[in-house]
């Protein structure tokens, strides 16, 4: 197997070898296949080093017993001599050992060749050649000889002159003027069939012998076969060929020819002569000899007939106001008439433009004909569509016209495009539209055959030519290489079809996609590789940056999770606990506080409940509920912060709007930034009042033994961190034994699609269908009512005053 490119090891013996240095194979770790290719190529290198280690060895140790033999000294003193003569000579140890023996030292390991083909494979192609040259050639269509090839072209030419021939001498003239395959006749005479069955020259070439031509004319019309006089005697003519005109099944006239000496005609040119009749034929019939007068040759017309594409000479038809209305066939060569003729039948060059092609004609082919005629600049019109159900031809085409002004008229010359030249053409953008390349490799020659596309992915000209397998080793990467041709060595040794990608040699930064499927012959082995190669590149980067946005997302909601954990876990922590909520005196507290799971975060609802046993008001419960705007570990935190400084507060023995106010205060100096909307309340059981200050929130609700509610009056402040400076007034109300008062956040009763009334609505009336003491149950049954999500992020309180 060959080796990509590596630095040479030394054999391990060796006092100046150095270990060999393994390829960095620079895969990322995200691309598996790279960093399977460099540990393939990693292994490789190790097993090749191996090898050489082991070839130099068997030559050290050959050279090692000679010298024991000769010098009778021990194995270590040999070694000991090699060393020596190896660092005198600053020759590798290996080398000086194999000069000893007479060997040759093991070549070094040279740059990898940008071939995919190594041993193995070499001798499968050879194999594969060899079979191909065993087998018999299959026997080929006998060549066509010179003469016979010039007298078809010769047919094919006058056949293109005869059907568009506008007059009888010009017919004639083409028989007369043709110079392959036979001698130039004498005379060429057409002679028609008249009313009264006679014959009756219309057209000739040439001025003598017309009484030869006429009798042997006469004797082919009466038999209605060819009549061909070697040698006739006569002194003028001594050779004739006459030959019957048929229009149909019909004997219309006679083609006579002949020469002034005895002529003798091959097979061949006598065949090819004969087949003239047939196009005459048809066309007589469509001449009179009144149609037009003798003229002189017109140039135009030779030149048109001459050329293989359809030709057209258009006159234009104008109107009483000179305007161009419509165009006329003033003559067509005859691809030109064959082209018209499959599309509008045998009279389509009796007819005008407009007739022909009514759709097409008068949506573009008319104005473009008769600008061209009015200010002489050529027109090249692309791909021109002849719809059959538009222009109710007999069939649909495209074509390109080029149109350019001749005398009084335009010249047309249209060039169809096949059905396999569109495709071809709408296959070479789309390889060009998808950046893909195609080719074919032959393994028996070695040719190689590549699509433009496939020239500009490897930034090689097509003068340059295709590289064959065998050499296209050359733009893969290093890194890649062994992956590339261990998918080549399946589809030759195995016959799999194959994908693989490979950066470029000269530009790592461009990846191509190659994929290939084998061909096979008759004996089912691999002679051919087909395949296409596409540029991934842009594709690869956008696949990396969604892999990057993937991964920077999937740590993003890890850091999330791992944040609202936190929050949670800190939440938890700040809520009161069992003894807290049981060592309320005067007064038994439950409350519930909710985040929602859908978000997955926590936000910055919380309550709070503590009693103090002494102070300026004496003995009193706390009651706060409060929302920090915000979710997260940050709302917590700022929810964390409230909390102390609301309890640092009623320690100092604030009523309600005071506390308020210095939570206000202390948001501004310390510049937080953040809002919050709280209600405090503090209950004093020896005479069972109530004091409450709401900064945002909604007033607490007072429900009465008998369940009937209504919402406390009192001052609402704006959220405290709003606005500095705000004094926060506050309400009392005497809450006696059996009645409750609920405290909540917005979360409660707030929802888009409802106003806030409808939400009181529901509180006012919940201790209807629920019992007041149960949080859980109370919050269910008004978000139930109010179509809430089950998890919307609130807060509640529930205090009941019980007499002790």
């Not at 004319?217 to 030959?243: K, Y």
């Not at 956040?745 to 919940?766: C, I, K, N, P, Q």
Request: some cysteine; overall charge negative.
């Amino acid at each position: 197997m060959k080796t990509p490119p590596a630095q040479a090891g030394r054999d391990g013996e060796e006092p100046s070898a150095g270990s060999a240095a393994m390829p960095d194979s620079g895969a990322d770790p995200a691309q598996p296949q790279e960093a399977l290719a460099g540990v393939v190529a990693r292994l490789r290198d190790e097993l090749a080093g191996m090898r050489r280690a082991m070839r130099n060895r068997a030559v050290i140790e050959q050279a090692k017993g000679m010298l024991v033999e000769r010098l009778g000294v021990g194995p270590d003193e040999a070694f000991d001599h090699l060393v020596r003569l190896s660092q005198r000579t600053n020759i590798k140890l290996a080398e000086v050992a194999a000069a000893l023996v007479g060997a040759t030292a093991p070549a070094p390991e040279t740059e990898r060749p940008a071939a995919f083909l190594d041993d193995e494979l070499d001798q499968y192609l050879a194999h594969a050649r060899r079979r191909a040259a065993d087998r018999p050639v299959p026997e080929q269509p006998r060549a066509r000889q010179p003469e016979v090839e010039a007298l078809q072209a010769q047919h094919q030419l006058l056949s293109a002159r005869i059907t568009t021939a506008r007059e009888y001498p010009q017919l004639a003239e083409t028989v007369a003027e043709a110079t392959v395959g036979w001698p130039p006749p004498a005379a060429v005479s057409i002679l028609l069939r008249d009313p009264a069955d006679q014959l009756q020259p219309v057209g000739g070439y040439g001025n003598d012998g017309a009484a030869p031509l006429a009798a042997t004319a006469g004797t082919a019309f009466e038999r209605s076969d060819t009549v061909w006089v070697a040698d006739s005697g006569d002194a003028v003519l001594r050779s004739v060929l006459a030959v019957p005109l048929s229009a149909g099944t019909e004997v219309v006239g006679v083609l006579a020819v002949g020469w002034r000496e005895p002529t003798e005609l091959s097979a061949q040119a006598h065949r090819y002569l004969v087949a003239l009749a047939t196009p005459i034929g048809g066309r007589v019939g469509r001449l009179t000899t009144a149609e037009l007068p003798a003229t002189e040759a017109d140039p135009t017309r030779a030149v048109l007939d001459a050329i293989p594409t359809p030709g057209v000479l258009l006159g234009p038809v104008r109107d009483d106001e000179g305007r161009v209305v419509d165009f006329r066939f003033e003559y067509t060569n005859a691809a030109a008439a064959a082209l018209l003729t499959a599309l509008a039948g045998p009279d389509a060059t009796d007819r005008t433009l407009l007739a022909v092609l009514p759709d097409t004609g008068s949506r573009l082919l008319l104005g473009e004909f008769a600008r061209v005629l009015a200010d002489g600049e050529p027109a090249r019109l692309g791909d021109v569509t002849i719809d059959a159900a538009a222009d109710g031809t007999e069939e649909s085409l495209v074509a390109r016209i080029d149109a350019t002004r001749l005398g009084d008229g335009v010249l047309c010359l249209w060039q169809r495009r096949s059905t396999a030249e569109e495709l071809h053409d709408q296959l070479l953008q789309a390889e060009r539209i998808g950046r893909l390349g195609s080719f074919r490799w032959d393994l028996r020659t070695g040719a190689a055959r590549w699509s433009p596309e496939m020239y500009r992915l490897l930034g090689r000209t097509e003068e340059q030519g295709a590289l064959p397998l065998s050499e296209s080793g050359e733009y893969v990467h290093a890194d890649d290489w062994y992956a590339v041709q261990e998918a080549i060595r399946g589809a030759l040794l195995a016959g799999r079809a194959f994908t693989v990608e490979h950066r470029l040699a000269d530009a790592p930064a461009r990846r191509l996609r190659l994929s290939g499927e084998p061909e096979f012959d008759s004996d089912g082995a691999v002679w051919a590789i087909r395949g296409t190669a596409q540029d991934v590149t842009e594709e690869r980067a956008v696949e990396s940056q969604l892999r990057r946005a993937q991964e920077a997302l999937a740590a993003q909601k890890q850091r999330l999770r791992a944040e609202s954990q936190a929050a949670a876990t800190m939440r938890d922590a700040l809520l009161p606990t069992d003894p807290e909520l049981t060592e309320t005196p005067g007064i038994a507290v439950s409350g519930l506080c909710r985040s929602s799971e859908a978000t997955g975060r926590v936000a910055g609802d919380w309550y709070d409940v503590f009693a103090l046993r002494s102070g300026p008001a004496g003995a009193s419960t706390y009651l706060v509920v409060g929302d920090v705007t915000g979710s997260g570990l940050a709302a917590t935190v700022a929810a964390a912060r409230l909390r102390n400084a609301v309890r640092a507060y009623a320690v100092l023995g604030m009523d309600p709007g005071e506390l308020l106010s210095a939570l206000n205060r202390m948001i501004g100096e310390l510049g937080a930034g953040q809002l919050a909307t709280l209600v405090v309340a503090r209950y004093q059981p020896a005479e069972h009042r109530m004091q409450w200050a709401a900064a945002g929130q909604a007033a607490p609700l007072r429900y009465a033994p008998d369940g009937t509610a209504s919402v406390l009056t009192g001052p609402l402040g704006l959220p405290v961190g709003a606005a500095p400076d705000i004094a926060y007034q506050q309400a009392a109300v005497d809450l006696p034994p059996g009645e409750r008062l609920l405290l909540y956040t917005d979360g409660l009763v707030v929802r888009r699609d409802r106003t806030l009334a409808s939400g009181l609505e529901a509180l006012l009336h919940v201790g209807e269908h629920v019992d007041l003491g149960d949080p859980v149950a109370l919050v269910d049954h008004v978000t139930a009512t109010l179509g809430s999500a089950p998890d919307d992020d609130l807060s509640v309180v529930v205090a009941t005053p019980t007499g002790d």
